[in-house]
């Protein structure tokens, strides 16, 4: 069985995006597939005004160990798309810190061929960031 964890600002936008405008209608077309006579001919979304660049960055991994659960990985962009806080300093304010918790952060490229879906995970080489007692 495959775990995910989500870091907390998705959940949050995807719940601020789903109450604060109405999601539109995807067509065939949208999805790259033949025009329907449904489709409208209406402008495509532009990215918001608002929206950053974040500065282009190694992707991250990150391992989790939490107490009864095999250790787990997953592969998390540098950065928050939405506010460009860097996903180290955003680890150590979301990750677990109770007795048994441990989570690590490294960049891919410091660990080739690391298989993240591996279950129990392997731990990380050099890593950046380490978070919680177990740790």
């Known amino acids: 069985m495959r775990r995910f964890i989500l870091p907390v600002s998705a959940v949050l936008l995807t ?11 995807l067509t065939a077309h949208d999805l ?8 409208s001919a ?11 660049n974040c500065p282009q960055a190694d992707d991250i991994l990150v391992w989790t160990k939490v107490p009864d ?15 460009c806080e860097p996903t180290m300093e955003w680890l150590k ?11 690590e952060a490294a960049l891919s490229k410091d660990n080739p061929g690391y298989n993240a879906d591996a279950e129990p995970a392997a731990r990380l080489e050099k890593v950046q960031v380490a978070i919680g007692p177990s740790c």
């Open 69 to 83: 659960v095999p250790a787990m990985a997953q592969s998390l962009g540098a950065y928050d798309a939405a506010t």
């Open 93 to 103: 304010h979301a990750s677990p810190t109770q007795d048994g918790d441990c989570t």
């Open 15 to 25: 719940a601020a995006c789903s109450s604060a405008t109405p999601r539109p209608t």
């Open 32 to 39: 790259g597939g033949p025009a329907t006579p449904s489709h």
């Open 42 to 52: 209406a402008a495509k979304p532009k990215p918001s005004a608002s929206a950053k």
